[in-house]
């Protein structure tokens, strides 16, 4: 980015019909065509500056400037987020949280993260040789809301599984609809909310039983700053913070099963089973296919910079897809090639596709390690464990609408485990 030079404006009187229009393409597309890093423009009626690549990151994630306050807007917040969940919080109190969930990331965690998510795999198989077609994504998001709720010490039963994987999964997807969609989300959220408060409740009263170390327990008898537990709704909201984002997973496991159609060459990459191997395939799938398109935060108090006026309070939104993309960061980065991940050297503004920054003091993924660990043990068992056709299928995926994924969510048949 020339930081020297003045912001350009995109001439259009209001663009949010197009972020509609164009998804993933909005902010990257502009910022070619204009020559910058950064551009300013009106969506929803208000002024919007909207930034792509590395530097923009660390300038985004720079506190000085901006603020998660009021950044979300409260549609996003009754169906992906939770009200006044974590990702609206500043400051110490933030801080303080954010110690909450990255306490839940030790290494004997996701250990047991990785082993749940590979149990529960290799327990559909034997239901998936009795039908016809297997739809990778329907099974994925029950694989990890299972392996989500077993890990967090939340009790689900078997029969109640689809309608949670379900719901969870509807909170993501609504957000970046409008009309039904949205409105699938928020009862999804109504109904996740009703069930963990319940849960929250139970083990509050001694009802239920759960290890001091799951996130049920941490949830649950959390301290905030003012030294009071959580109200029981605030405790649901952010337990559902990880109940629902490693459902999410399914998406990507999903990406990373056409990635394997499409490049059979590095299923025997993999076959080597080289751990080394697995995580760079993770890792390009990641940055590789869409999921989040750009996050949003606001102006702390005004400043100037470059004689431009950033006034108190405007939005300000960091692209997440353009910047995995940004060819002075990837060479050929439209290629899926999970090789750049070899001796690579990240930093903390590159690879964003779970935001940057700093997992502690910035609103950084705190899930980053367990989805990339979780990739990998998925990986292992669709590569080492089964044997599968994929039969012709639209697996075609939409830029424009978001979340995304391959129309036909990845169907295949004649699914066998290996050993037989
Ligand atoms: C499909 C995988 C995932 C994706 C694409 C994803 C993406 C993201 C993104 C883009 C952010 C926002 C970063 C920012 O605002 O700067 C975020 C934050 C967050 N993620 Fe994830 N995430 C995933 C998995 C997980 C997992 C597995 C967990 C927990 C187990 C998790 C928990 C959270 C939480 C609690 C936040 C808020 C952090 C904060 O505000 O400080 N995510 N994630």
Same mark, same amino acid.
């Not at 909207?50 to 400037?65: E, I, L, N, R």
């Not at 009754?78 to 030790?106: C, P, W, Y």
């Not at 090789?339 to 964003?352: A, E, S």
């Given at each position: 980015?020339?930081?020297?030079?003045?912001?350009?404006?995109?001439?259009?009187?209001?663009?949010?019909?197009?972020?509609?229009?164009?998804?993933?393409?909005?902010?990257?597309?502009?910022?070619?065509?204009?020559?910058?890093?950064?551009?300013?423009?009106?969506?929803?009626?208000?002024?919007?500056?909207?930034?792509?690549?590395?530097?923009?990151?660390?300038?985004?994630?720079?506190? +000085?400037?901006?603020?998660?306050?009021?950044?979300?807007?409260?549609?996003?917040?009754?169906?992906?987020?939770?009200?006044?969940?974590?990702?609206?919080?500043?400051?110490?109190?933030?801080?303080?949280?954010? /110690?909450?969930?990255?306490?839940?990331?030790?290494?004997?965690?996701?250990?047991?993260?990785?082993?749940?998510?590979?149990?529960?795999?290799?327990?559909?198989?034997?239901?998936?040789?009795?039908?016809?077609?297997?739809?990778?994504?329907?099974?994925?998001?029950?694989?990890?809301?299972? +392996?989500?709720?077993?890990?967090?010490?939340?009790?689900?039963?078997?029969?109640?599984?689809?309608?949670?994987?379900?719901? %969870?999964?509807?909170?993501?997807?609504?957000?970046?609809?409008?009309?039904?969609?949205?409105?699938?989300?928020?009862?999804?959220?109504?109904?996740?909310?009703?069930?963990?408060?319940?849960?929250?409740?139970?083990?509050?009263?001694?009802?239920?039983?759960?290890?001091?170390?799951?996130?049920?327990?941490?949830?649950?008898?959390?301290?905030?700053?003012?030294?009071?537990?959580?109200?029981?709704?605030?405790?649901?909201?952010?337990?559902?913070?990880?109940?629902?984002?490693?459902?999410?997973?399914?998406?990507? /496991?999903?990406?990373?099963?056409?990635?394997?159609?499409?490049?059979?060459?590095?299923?025997?990459? /993999?076959?080597?089973?080289?751990?080394?191997?697995?995580?760079?395939?993770?890792?390009?799938?990641?940055?590789?296919?869409?999921?989040?398109?750009?996050?949003?935060?606001?102006?702390?108090?005004? %400043?100037?910079?470059?004689?431009?006026?950033?006034?108190?309070?405007?939005?300000?939104?960091?692209?997440?897809?353009?910047?995995?993309?940004?060819?002075?960061?990837?060479?050929?980065?439209?290629?899926?090639?999970?090789?750049?991940?070899?001796?690579?050297?990240?930093?903390?503004?590159?690879?964003?596709?779970?935001?940057?920054?700093?997992?502690?003091?910035?609103?950084?993924?705190?899930?980053?390690?367990?989805?990339?660990?979780?990739?990998?043990?998925?990986?292992?068992?669709?590569?080492?464990?089964?044997?599968?056709?994929?039969?012709?299928?639209?697996?075609?995926?939409?830029?424009?609408?978001?979340?995304?994924?391959?129309?036909?969510?990845?169907?295949?048949?004649?699914?066998?485990?290996?050993?037989?």
């Amino acid at each position: 980015m020339d930081w020297n030079s003045s912001i350009p404006q995109d001439k259009s009187l209001d663009n949010t019909l197009n972020v509609l229009r164009e998804g993933y393409y909005f902010i990257p597309h502009r910022c070619r065509h204009l020559q910058s890093d950064i551009f300013q423009t009106r969506l929803l009626g208000q002024k919007v500056f909207c930034m792509s690549g590395k530097d923009a990151a660390a300038f985004f994630y720079d506190k +000085a400037w901006f603020t998660r306050k009021k950044a979300a807007p409260k549609r996003v917040q009754k169906t992906l987020f939770g009200v006044n969940g974590i990702q609206t919080m500043d400051g110490s109190a933030h801080e303080h949280r954010k /110690l909450l969930f990255m306490s839940l990331m030790t290494e004997d965690r996701l250990t047991m993260l990785d082993n749940l998510v590979y149990a529960h795999w290799q327990a559909r198989v034997g239901e998936w040789k009795n039908k016809k077609d297997v739809i990778l994504f329907n099974e994925a998001e029950q694989v990890f809301c299972q +392996a989500a709720c077993d890990w967090a010490g939340v009790p689900i039963r078997e029969e109640e599984l689809p309608e949670r994987a379900r719901d %969870f999964s509807n909170m993501i997807d609504a957000f970046g609809a409008v009309g039904p969609r949205h409105w699938q989300g928020r009862i999804a959220r109504q109904r996740a909310e009703a069930w963990i408060r319940n849960v929250i409740n139970d083990i509050r009263d001694g009802r239920l039983g759960t290890t001091e170390d799951s996130a049920l327990y941490k949830m649950a008898f959390y301290r905030d700053t003012d030294g009071h537990f959580l109200s029981t709704q605030q405790a649901a909201v952010e337990l559902i913070n990880v109940l629902r984002p490693i459902t999410a997973i399914a998406t990507f /496991l999903t990406f990373s099963a056409l990635a394997l159609h499409d490049h059979p060459e590095s299923r025997e990459m /993999l076959k080597t089973d080289d751990n080394e191997a697995y995580y760079r395939f993770a890792q390009e799938v990641r940055r590789f296919y869409p999921f989040g398109p750009f996050l949003g935060a606001r102006v702390r108090s005004g %400043f100037i910079w470059n004689n431009r006026t950033f006034k108190k309070g405007t939005l300000v939104l960091l692209d997440l897809y353009g910047t995995n993309h940004d060819p002075r960061l990837w060479e050929r980065p439209n290629e899926f090639q999970p090789d750049r991940f070899k001796d690579w050297n990240g930093g903390l503004f590159d690879l964003i596709p779970q935001g940057g920054g700093d997992y502690y003091t910035n609103h950084r993924c705190p899930g980053e390690w367990a989805t990339v660990e979780a990739m990998k043990a998925s990986l292992r068992f669709l590569v080492n464990d089964i044997r599968y056709d994929v039969p012709v299928q639209d697996l075609r995926y939409s830029m424009s609408r978001m979340p995304t994924l391959p129309k036909s969510k990845f169907i295949m048949t004649n699914v066998q485990p290996k050993t037989e």
